[in-house]
T-cell receptor, first 115, second 116 residues
């Protein structure tokens, strides 16, 4: 059982749609992350929020828009995506985003398909 | 450049056999090393981590890993593999110091298949 919950598990959307991915963590952590996992490629860090403040935007296109209303919730708003954006999107949390002795805890991901 | 290399994309072992998954890294600072496992349809789960002390670290599910600074390696081992160990395994490295907001670098993963 994971302390990080992601919804939906699967999402199919057209290139003109707008959708949102949701992540909730029940671990009392202060940092939350979005990662993109594509086949045969290393995990790509997209965004980092530490104490609700965005501390990392890893050159992500503006069609991906994160939102972190509080330390327990993280959203990824999607609009006008491209087929190459199809991937598994993983949310993670850690106790403190500034310390590497606080390991990442991952959700089960949202499998996104852009048609 | 900082990088993590997992040279084996796919490994098949027999149930009960021993396992070693390789991980090599290139990192300018003192590294903080991790192994994660991802079962089908799941997120990544932390198996073990190393940042200092004894170079042989024990993790969950009977896994261990050995840090060898001279070889820039952090190989994952298990003496006897179970069918439930079939999954994808990821090595990751990050800075031990510097507060870099957990900017881990992940390898491309090794997919483990276990045959009866």
């Amino acid at each position: 059982e994971t302390g990080v919950t992601q919804t939906p598990r699967h999402l199919v959307m057209g290139m003109t749609n707008k959708k949102s991915l949701k992540c909730e963590q029940h671990l009392g952590h202060n940092a939350m992350y979005w990662y993109k996992q594509s086949a045969k490629k290393p995990l790509e860090l997209m965004f980092v929020y530490n104490f609700k403040e965005q501390t990392e935007n890893n050159s992500v296109p503006s069609r991906f828009s994160p939102e972190c209303p509080n330390s327990s919730h993280l959203f990824l708003h999607l609009h006008t995506l491209q087929p190459e954006d199809s991937a598994l999107y993983l949310c993670a949390s850690s106790q403190d985003g500034d310390r590497n002795n606080s390991p990442l805890h991952f959700g089960n991901g949202t499998r996104l398909t852009v048609t | 450049a900082q990088s993590v290399t997992q040279p084996d994309i796919h490994i098949t072992v027999s149930e009960g056999a021993s396992l070693e998954l390789r991980c090599n890294y290139s990192y300018g600072a003192t590294p903080y090393l991790f192994w994660y496992v991802q079962s089908p349809g799941q997120g990544l789960q932390l198996l073990l981590k190393y940042f200092s002390g004894d170079t042989l670290v024990q993790g969950i599910k009977g896994f261990e890993a050995e840090f060898k600074r001279s070889q820039s390696s952090f190989n994952l081992r298990k003496p006897s593999v179970h069918w439930s160990d079939a999954a994808e395994y990821f090595c990751a490295v990050g800075p031990l110091y510097g507060g870099a907001t957990n900017k881990l670098i992940f390898g491309t993963g090794t997919l483990l298949a276990v045959q009866p």
